[in-house]
């Protein structure tokens, strides 16, 4: 069995939200926040995060899983 603890940006607008989401295997959700944190998303004491774009860190690439627990090593 396997979970994934999936961090999702809290921006909303008049129209809708932003869709962004970051998956990680990552084993609590503070292990997931930090994760993303170091992606340049932006975590709130109170729960609420926010992606690259939204945060205003403005990451030229976008990453949406990390894995931070392999379960395989290659040769």
Do not use: K
């Amino acid at each position: 069995m396997s979970t994934r603890i999936t961090v999702h940006c809290n921006t909303e607008w008049a129209e809708g939200s932003c869709p962004t989401s970051l998956m990680t295997d990552a084993h609590t959700v503070a292990e997931a926040r930090q994760a993303a944190v170091e992606l340049g998303w932006r975590a709130h004491p109170d729960g609420r995060d926010f992606c690259p774009s939204c945060s205003g860190t403005r990451r030229s690439s976008y990453t949406p899983v990390v894995h931070l627990h392999p379960t395989r090593t290659t040769p």
